[in-house]
């Protein structure tokens, strides 16, 4: 979360909101935030209802995957980081500032 | 006796494509393109947030696996 929270200007200006999720507490989430200096939301999906939803609920491990998923200002899926791959989000980051092609 | 055996493969085949995706956790049942499902979560300040408030923008919705777990 401190990576996107480097890139959060170029996000911004790039009218793109970065949310984080997770299956903490408001609490934990809270603390985490104050530790880092994370300014955006981390949504606490401490059932993880939205989770499964998004189908990253790992049932042998109870836990979430890590996933960025980027979506459309329509609300459709554009891009989606899995694992290994979401820990750095500089792709994200080019995905959402480079110039769209298309309108 | 026929009708059995059918029923029998039948059977056979959907309990091994149901054994298949057990077996593939690493697929995602959310792909590009589709449409992605609305929530409303609360922020570490309480607020209730929604993925429809961000109508209009791009939202970077990002999963992570536990606070104070680095990156």
Redesign the interface.
Known sequence: ????QQNLSK?EA???????????S?F??????D?IGVTF?????RLG???R????Y?D?TN??????????????????Q?DQA??N?AD?VDY?TRPKLKT | MRKWICSLLMLLIVAASAGAQMAA?AA????????????T???????E?S??D???????????????SG?
Request: aromatic residues 10%; charged residues 15%.
């Open positions: 979360m401190k990576a996107f996000l790039a009218n793109a909101q970065v949310l984080g999720v997770s299956m903490d408001t934990a989430n809270k603390a985490w935030a530790q939301p981390l949504l606490s999906d209802q939205v989770t939803q998004y189908g990253i790992n042998k836990m979430g995957r890590r996933t960025t998923f980027t979506i459309s200002p329509q609300g459709k899926i554009e891009h989606i899995v979401a820990i989000p994200t959402c | 956790p995602l049942n959310i792909k590009v393109g589709d449409s992605a499902p609305d929530f979560l609360r922020d570490q300040a309480g607020k947030v993925l429809h961000f109508r209009g923008k791009t939202v970077v919705l990002a999963f992570y696996v536990f606070a104070f990156a």
